[in-house]
């Protein structure tokens, strides 16, 4: 299995902050990372794709890079709607594996 | 546009199998994968596995061989079968599309099963 490690776990942030979610593969994905926003309640939400390609409809203020073995996810000038719990996962191979989550909070 | 709408019992017995079903609306199943999802309580998002629409399936092998994964004929339902239950398999099950570089760019709502006698 690709195991994947997201840091930081939690992170507390004010609005209009601009911060950096980082995952890294056990070994070479290509560009086969995906970010997910997940509210409670709510089914997860796909940001991007391939690494860096923005999902249609998501806000231009998300981002994401890399390739290979490490990856980010920035969100610039945050929003209150934005504070949520963000998961990276793999699709270079099965079984799919997700990181284990960065919760993001408002501080 | 695609919708996903998750069906099954939200109570079964330890040991037991658990059936649940996909409806999937706005698309028949004729292209790409469909996975299942779950989350268990306070943990992170767990792949169940996923069938191709050909018929191809992959699974977690965490699950062993308890999990099955199937279309239907009418290929507008895919369905989950887990057998042998236990509280760990306590968790909201999400059904879901793999869409473009295999992101699950659709969700089903979720829907929540307890293991319990």
């Known amino acids: 299995d690709i195991q994947m490690t997201q840091t930081p776990s939690s992170l507390s942030a004010f609005v209009g902050d601009r911060v950096t979610i980082t995952c890294r593969a056990g070994?070479?994905?290509?560009?086969?990372l995906n970010w997910y926003q997940h509210k409670p309640g709510k089914s997860p939400r796909l940001l991007v794709y391939?690494?860096?390609t923005l999902q249609s409809g998501v806000p231009l203020r998300f981002s994401g890079s890399g390739s290979g073995t490490d990856f980010t996810l920035t969100i610039t000038n945050l929003q209150p709607e934005d504070f949520a719990t963000y998961y990276c996962?793999?699709?270079?191979?099965?079984?799919?594996?997700f990181g284990g989550g960065t919760r993001l909070q408002i501080k | 546009q695609v919708e996903l709408q998750e069906s099954g019992p939200g109570v079964v017995k330890p040991s037991e199998t658990l059936s649940l079903t996909c409806n999937v609306s706005?698309?028949?199943?004729?292209?790409?994968?469909w996975s299942w999802i779950r989350q268990s309580p306070g943990k992170g998002l767990e792949w169940v596995g996923h069938?191709?629409?050909?018929?191809?399936?992959d699974y977690n092998l965490s699950l062993k061989n308890r999990v099955s994964i199937s279309i239907d004929s009418s290929k507008t339902h895919f369905s989950l079968t887990l057998g042998s239950v236990t509280a760990a398999d306590t968790a909201v099950y999400y059904c879901?599309?793999?869409?473009?570089?295999?992101?699950?760019?659709?969700w089903g709502p979720g829907t929540a099963v307890i293991v319990s006698s």
């Open positions: 879901a599309r793999q869409g473009k570089y295999y992101g699950i760019d659709v």
């Open positions: 706005g698309d028949s199943i004729s292209s790409f994968y």
């Open positions: 069938i191709y629409f050909r018929g191809a399936t």
């Open positions: 070994q070479n994905i290509d560009k086969f």
């Open positions: 391939a690494a860096s």
């Open positions: 996962q793999q699709s270079h191979g099965v079984p799919l594996t």
